[in-house]
């Protein structure tokens, strides 16, 4: 069954330095987020992409981050200068332009330092 | 705003016992309702979806949800839980069109005794 991947599996950072988090979608959906849920939280949008460009972002979703998809399979949320409120498990999401929906993938957990 | 709520952060439940997860939503027109599941150290799984059509929806695992309009609810349930089903429940919603944010409810942990 396909599925979507995230690596890696667990980030630790500096406080300040950026990071890049990394998720291979379903390879025929075309449609991708990311959310993410601080501990003890709820599961938060953050954004979602199609076409090359952000369809939809949340309030969350200031400079500090940047989404891309720089080949056919990758797509990659960066944070550019890590706080330590940035601390969460990251979810990469995609689903096809026609059902939505959305197939997750198992997290990037950050921590940030 | 739509909102999403799950009463019950944990539930404790007895191996053969029967579960239901209860989640009520609150959104400007019917929305897609989804629930999803997180075992330990693994993504969110998706249990059911509900579109439109029969209230009443399957989904893998033994688990079914029922869609009711005049209450915002679609609660989980599964007549007889297994020492697997110990993981968190997520309700969520989401507009009805692809490629749109889900909003999550705040989960339900469900702890199985033998």
């Known amino acids: 069954e396909p599925e979507v991947t995230q690596t890696p599996s667990h980030q630790v950072t500096q406080m300040g330095q950026e990071v890049i988090l990394r998720c291979v979608p379903i390879?025929?959906?075309?449609?991708f987020y990311w959310y993410r849920q601080i501990l003890g939280q709820k599961v938060e949008f953050l954004v979602s992409?199609?076409?090359?460009?952000?369809?939809?972002k949340s309030e969350i979703f200031d400079d500090q981050f940047s989404v891309e998809r720089p080949d056919g399979s990758n797509f990659t949320l960066k944070i550019r200068s890590t706080k330590l409120e940035d601390s969460a498990m990251y979810f990469c999401?995609?689903?096809?332009?026609?059902?939505?929906?959305?197939?997750f993938g198992a997290g990037t957990r950050l921590s940030v330092l | 705003a739509q909102s999403v709520t799950q009463p019950d952060i944990h539930i404790t439940v007895s191996e053969g016992a029967s579960l239901e997860l209860r989640c009520n939503y609150s959104y400007g027109a019917t929305p897609y309702l989804f629930w999803y599941v997180q075992s330990p150290g693994q993504g969110l799984q998706l249990l059911l979806k509900?579109?439109?059509?029969?209230?009443l929806v399957q989904g893998i695992k033994g688990f079914e949800a029922e869609f009711k309009r005049s209450q915002s609810s679609f609660n989980l349930r599964k007549p007889s839980v297994h020492w697997s089903d110990a993981a968190e429940y997520f309700c969520a919603v989401g507009p009805r069109a692809a490629g749109n944010k889900l909003t999550f409810g705040g989960g339900t942990r469900v702890l199985v005794k033998p």
């Open positions: 992409f199609y076409n090359n460009e952000i369809s939809e």
């Open positions: 390879s025929n959906h075309l449609y």
């Open positions: 509900y579109f439109s059509g029969d209230t």
């Open positions: 999401a995609s689903s096809t332009i026609t059902i939505d929906i959305q197939y």
